[in-house]
């Protein structure tokens, strides 16, 4: 009987439940920075709003049976193009290999899909570079005036025309 109590808890236990956690921290941070971040869920419902540099913890699960949370991150900035970041829980290792070696199926259709701590949201760490906006600036050149310009601010297409004046 001492033998058998240890075998059931073991074969009860989900690896992910014991060492996950039903949120996870996401760094947000943008090239420029103050740049608006929106977060929506998978049912449109937003989450968060705020500026970069930050963090945010997220809900992995809905709650619901293998019920895996996904986010849509909003990033955006006056003068600057609107960036869109999926962020989608997957199953992570401890779920996978934990429950081969120790919960079993138990851990696998029972205990671990319930709870949400069988996922990890991707990509951890969410950076942006947002790409200037050439429709937004002002800077408009004129025949015989010199415009100056910040590199970043100067659009794509014509970076390879510039002509260095030393």
Not at 16 to 25: E, H
Not at 54 to 66: I, R
Not at 86 to 103: E, L, R
């Amino acid at each position: 009987m001492k033998r058998l109590i240890p075998a059931v808890a073991l074969a009860l236990s989900a690896c992910a439940t014991i060492v996950g956690s039903p949120t996870q921290t996401i760094p947000i941070a943008s090239t420029p920075s103050e740049a608006k971040i929106m977060i929506t869920d998978e049912a449109g419902a937003q989450v968060f709003a705020g500026l970069t540099p930050t963090s945010v913890t997220l809900n992995k699960s809905t709650g619901h049976y293998w019920g895996s949370k996904s986010f849509t991150v909003t990033i955006s900035k006056d003068g600057y193009a609107t960036q869109t970041i999926p962020v989608k829980a997957t199953a992570n290792g401890w779920y996978i290999a934990g429950n081969i070696v120790f919960g079993g199926l138990i851990g696998w259709f029972v205990v671990d899909p319930f709870n949400g701590h069988m996922y990890t949201l991707n990509p951890e760490t969410v950076t942006s570079t947002l790409a200037p906006n050439a429709a937004a600036h002002n800077n408009v050149g004129r025949e015989g005036q010199i415009t100056v310009m910040l590199m970043q601010d100067v659009p794509l297409a014509l970076r390879d025309k510039l002509v260095r004046i030393d």
